[in-house]
């Protein structure tokens, strides 16, 4: 493990709870191993994995303060805020690997993975295309009554895109449950924000709408936390918001893409920006935890992701008779495969 | 109920004030639809009823007006969602097509997205190459998405009501040419399925499809063969997915020839997917090759001499009606 910074924000906060943070977010960080893992093995169906090594804080911090019954969309780099949400490790990583036993049959995969029973209204493999459904589920949340919030995490590859900005505009305008969580971790694939905008204080730009906004460091998983517990509290209350979550992407855009744009000296530096190893550090010079405990902590979760590979592998791929189901409801009549069209055609008298 | 004139914008709005009566769910948003009461009235005085939670004017964001739709459904909303015009859905076609029409199959079926996309389209106000056209093919090319396209007062009242209680997202097309027809209609007679066309007319000598206004002027047309001895039957599709091709087979295999009307482009259009069907499907039968009556394929300009060239209207079914059945027909 790469040294963490130094711990700027050591004094004791008592309305987090850092043990428990440092579990979710050791959780994401072996999980997100393992996905490699799967790759490197040939189980994951296809390459398009895009792990969120070096953002655990933003999913854990957050979703520490969200409740059930609040929905989210995620984007593609996603994993990490679905675990927080409380996602079956064994489900995740089964659909990651287009097997039955995925909570998308298969069907999904990595980036289209959601679960209705947890909020989650999906992952999104178009960059900002998740944003606006949380400004219909806010709609349907203040039209039903239910004092529940939605929230949509992206990256900061999402600020380029106009949806954003008009769903930003929505949800200020028509005071909506909402929360715009912007997970900064500087690249949007190969391009370093500051190629891509020249105001990369991010948050400004919800200010302008009219939002509550502002910028965390991503190292600190109890800033991001505090945050969250604000923000939320006021999205409850009718009060959108807007949180930048600054954090660095340790490792390529996918699995394959070993980051030739960005140089060893750039990655070393932005590898300290490590939000577990500070969490871990903090625990210990608390006095929360002791050594032993901590690394008895890690061997369990390292147990349980490890287990989350060998249930992928022992699951089934889909069988081929369910290719033609969910295209629509279903009541409906299943469309008609081309080999059975063809045969119907060519079987003519 | 008694029978009573109704235009086919009436139609429309009667039938979104009965599901907003009938479901607090219905919530209609977009851009115009409240205080101004829709840009072709269809939504006027909805927002007195229903108020503006339930008749939601929008800012002018088209792709996050059919996104927060998507989000309103999956979150238990039954949304329509205005597009003002049609020719905006170039705007949409990511929440539309890679997020409302692929939801309920990417996650496994967990979830639909029961949201109605209102909009309109077609030739016939000079509104130029960006507010004219007839794109049905981008949603009918989209797996996921139901295409209603009604082209009778009757049709627009009915098809609408049931969109609303579809459990897949339903593009539902209306035609500006036709929002001022009156029809003498009972709203209360049981309605033709969703998903069957409608035999508008019934004759022995070829079957021309047909959606939307188009309807009009291919019924304009046989009525004018008939005076040449000319029979057709005239299919009036309603809904284009579901697309009900069994009555199509059923008419084409018994008359033998088939020309298909349609006033989207003809390259790669809803026209070319009919004949290609009919071609493969009644091969057997057809005495004549399925012949394409479509818009030309250009931009639709705002002379109305050139926009009325632009698109099939009574005149060119006619004659090519009248070239098809030429030489078989004794004169």
Same mark, same amino acid.
């Given at each position: 493990?790469?040294?963490?910074?130094? &711990?700027?924000?050591?004094?004791?906060?008592?309305?987090?709870?850092?043990?428990?943070? =440092?579990? +979710?977010?050791?959780?994401?960080?072996?999980?997100?191993?393992?996905?490699?893992?799967?790759?490197?093995?040939?189980?994951?169906?296809?390459?398009? $994995?895009?792990?969120?090594? @070096?953002?655990?804080?933003?999913?854990?911090?957050?979703?520490?303060?969200?409740?059930?019954?609040?929905?989210?969309?995620?984007?593609?780099?996603?994993?990490?805020?679905?675990?927080?949400?409380?996602?079956?490790?064994?489900?995740?990583?089964?659909?990651?690997? !287009?097997?039955?036993?995925?909570?998308?049959?298969?069907?999904?995969?990595?980036?289209?993975?959601?679960?209705?029973?947890?909020?989650?209204?999906?992952?999104?493999?178009?960059?900002?295309?998740?944003?606006?459904?949380?400004? !219909?589920?806010?709609?349907?949340?203040?039209?039903?009554?239910?004092?529940?919030?939605?929230?949509?995490?992206?990256?900061?590859?999402?600020?380029?895109?106009?949806?954003? =900005?008009?769903?930003?505009?929505?949800?200020?305008?028509?005071?909506?449950?909402?929360?715009?969580?912007?997970?900064?971790?500087?690249?949007?694939?190969? +391009?370093?924000?500051?190629?891509?905008?020249?105001?990369?204080?991010?948050?400004?730009?919800?200010?302008?709408? @009219?939002?509550?906004?502002?910028?965390?460091?991503?190292?600190?998983?109890?800033?991001?936390?505090?945050?969250?517990?604000?923000?939320?509290?006021?999205?409850?209350? !009718?009060?959108?918001?807007?949180?930048?979550?600054?954090?660095?992407?340790?490792?390529?855009?996918?699995?394959?893409?070993?980051?030739? =744009?960005?140089?060893?000296?750039?990655?070393? +530096? !932005?590898?300290?920006?490590?939000?577990?190893?500070?969490?871990?550090?903090?625990?210990?010079?608390?006095?929360?935890?002791?050594?032993?405990?901590?690394?008895? $902590?890690?061997?369990?979760?390292?147990?349980?992701?490890?287990?989350?590979?060998?249930?992928?592998?022992?699951?089934?791929?889909?069988?081929?008779?369910?290719?033609?189901?969910?295209? =629509?409801? *279903?009541?409906?009549?299943?469309?008609?495969?081309?080999?059975?069209?063809?045969?119907?055609?060519?079987?003519?008298? | 109920?008694?029978?009573?004139?109704?235009?086919?914008?009436?139609?429309?709005?009667?039938?979104?004030?009965?599901?907003?009566?009938?479901?607090?769910?219905?919530?209609?948003?977009?851009?115009?639809?409240?205080?101004?009461?829709?840009?072709?009235?269809?939504?006027?005085?909805?927002?007195?009823?229903?108020?503006?939670?339930?008749?939601?004017?929008?800012?002018?964001?088209?792709?996050?007006?059919?996104?927060?739709? #998507?989000?309103?459904?999956?979150?238990?909303?039954?949304?329509?969602?205005?597009?003002?015009?049609?020719?905006?859905?170039?705007?949409?076609?990511?929440?539309?097509?890679?997020?409302?029409?692929?939801?309920?199959?990417?996650?496994?079926?967990?979830?639909?997205?029961?949201?109605?996309? /209102?909009?309109?389209?077609?030739?016939?106000?000079?509104?130029?190459?960006?507010?004219?056209?007839?794109?049905?093919?981008?949603?009918?090319?989209?797996?996921?998405?139901?295409?209603?396209?009604?082209? +009778?007062?009757?049709?627009?009242?009915?098809?609408?009501?049931?969109?609303?209680?579809?459990?897949?997202?339903?593009?539902?097309?209306?035609?500006?040419? $036709?929002?001022?027809?009156?029809?003498?209609?009972?709203?209360?007679?049981?309605?033709?399925?969703?998903?069957?066309?409608? #035999?508008?007319?019934?004759?022995?000598?070829?079957?021309?499809?047909?959606?939307?206004?188009?309807?009009?002027?291919?019924?304009?047309?046989?009525?004018?063969?008939?005076?040449?001895?000319?029979?057709?039957?005239?299919?009036? $599709?309603?809904?284009?997915? *579901?697309?009900?091709?069994?009555?199509?087979?059923?008419?084409?295999?018994?008359?033998?020839?088939?020309?298909?009307?349609?006033?989207?482009?003809?390259?790669?259009?809803?026209?070319?997917?009919?004949?290609? /069907?009919?071609?493969?499907?009644?091969?057997?039968?057809?005495?004549?090759?399925?012949?394409?009556?479509?818009?030309?394929?250009?931009?639709?300009?705002?002379?109305?001499?050139?926009?009325?060239?632009?698109?099939?209207?009574?005149?060119? &079914?006619?004659?090519?009606?009248?070239?098809?059945?030429?030489?078989?027909?004794?004169?």
């Amino acid at each position: 493990m790469t040294k963490p910074e130094a &711990i700027h924000a050591a004094s004791a906060r008592p309305n987090t709870d850092l043990p428990q943070l =440092y579990r +979710t977010m050791r959780r994401i960080r072996t999980f997100e191993e393992r996905v490699g893992e799967l790759f490197v093995r040939g189980q994951s169906a296809g390459s398009m $994995l895009h792990l969120s090594i @070096g953002e655990e804080s933003a999913a854990a911090g957050f979703c520490a303060h969200m409740q059930d019954g609040d929905t989210f969309t995620t984007h593609h780099r996603g994993h990490g805020i679905f675990l927080a949400r409380g996602a079956d490790p064994n489900r995740m990583m089964a659909e990651i690997g !287009g097997k039955e036993a995925g909570y998308c049959r298969g069907k999904g995969g990595s980036m289209h993975i959601a679960d209705m029973g947890l909020g989650h209204l999906g992952a999104n493999a178009i960059v900002g295309g998740g944003i606006p459904a949380i400004i !219909g589920a806010g709609l349907a949340a203040r039209h039903h009554g239910t004092g529940k919030i939605s929230v949509a995490f992206f990256g900061d590859g999402a600020t380029g895109q106009g949806i954003l =900005y008009e769903s930003m505009n929505m949800a200020a305008l028509w005071r909506l449950p909402c929360v715009f969580v912007c997970i900064n971790n500087q690249y949007g694939m190969g +391009t370093r924000i500051d190629q891509a905008t020249a105001n990369a204080v991010l948050h400004e730009r919800a200010h302008a709408f @009219g939002l509550a906004a502002e910028t965390v460091d991503g190292l600190d998983v109890e800033a991001v936390a505090e945050a969250a517990e604000r923000l939320v509290a006021g999205a409850r209350e !009718g009060r959108p918001a807007f949180l930048v979550v600054d954090c660095y992407r340790f490792y390529g855009h996918a699995r394959k893409d070993k980051s030739p =744009y960005r140089d060893a000296t750039e990655e070393e +530096t !932005g590898r300290r920006k490590d939000p577990v190893a500070f969490a871990r550090a903090a625990l210990l010079e608390r006095g929360l935890a002791d050594a032993a405990e901590l690394d008895a $902590l890690d061997a369990q979760i390292d147990a349980e992701m490890d287990a989350t590979i060998d249930f992928t592998i022992a699951q089934t791929e889909p069988p081929l008779s369910t290719m033609f189901r969910d295209v =629509y409801a *279903p009541e409906e009549p299943e469309p008609e495969p081309v080999r059975t069209r063809i045969d119907r055609i060519l079987a003519r008298a | 109920m008694a029978l009573q004139e109704l235009t086919y914008r009436d139609a429309l709005r009667q039938a979104l004030i009965d599901s907003m009566r009938e479901n607090p769910d219905v919530i209609i948003m977009g851009e115009e639809v409240g205080r101004y009461g829709g840009a072709y009235a269809v939504t006027k005085e909805l927002i007195k009823e229903f108020g503006a939670e339930r008749v939601i004017d929008t800012p002018i964001s088209e792709p996050a007006i059919i996104g927060a739709a #998507v989000g309103a459904a999956m979150a238990g909303l039954r949304p329509v969602a205005e597009l003002m015009y049609v020719d905006f859905i170039g705007m949409t076609m990511d929440q539309l097509g890679n997020q409302a029409a692929k939801i309920r199959y990417m996650f496994g079926g967990q979830i639909g997205v029961p949201m109605v996309l /209102r909009t309109q389209g077609g030739t016939g106000r000079s509104a130029g190459a960006q507010h004219s056209q007839s794109l049905e093919a981008y949603v009918m090319h989209t797996p996921g998405l139901r295409l209603a396209m009604p082209a +009778t007062v009757s049709d627009a009242y009915h098809l609408l009501r049931m969109a609303l209680t579809k459990p897949d997202p339903v593009v539902f097309i209306e035609h500006k040419a $036709l929002y001022t027809m009156k029809e003498t209609v009972d709203l209360d007679a049981e309605p033709l399925a969703w998903g069957k066309s409608a #035999v508008r007319r019934e004759g022995k000598d070829l079957v021309i499809v047909t959606y939307s206004r188009q309807l009009h002027y291919v019924m304009e047309a046989a009525k004018k063969l008939s005076t040449d001895g000319i029979e057709a039957t005239v299919i009036d $599709l309603r809904t284009l997915n *579901p697309l009900d091709f069994d009555t199509i087979r059923e008419h084409v295999e018994r008359a033998g020839r088939a020309m298909v009307v349609s006033e989207s482009v003809m390259t790669a259009g809803v026209a070319a997917e009919l004949s290609a /069907r009919i071609t493969e499907e009644c091969f057997d039968y057809l005495e004549d090759p399925v012949v394409r009556v479509a818009g030309e394929d250009i931009p639709i300009s705002v002379s109305t001499a050139l926009e009325t060239g632009s698109v099939p209207g009574p005149q060119l &079914i006619l004659e090519t009606a009248r070239k098809l059945l030429g030489a078989r027909v004794a004169a």
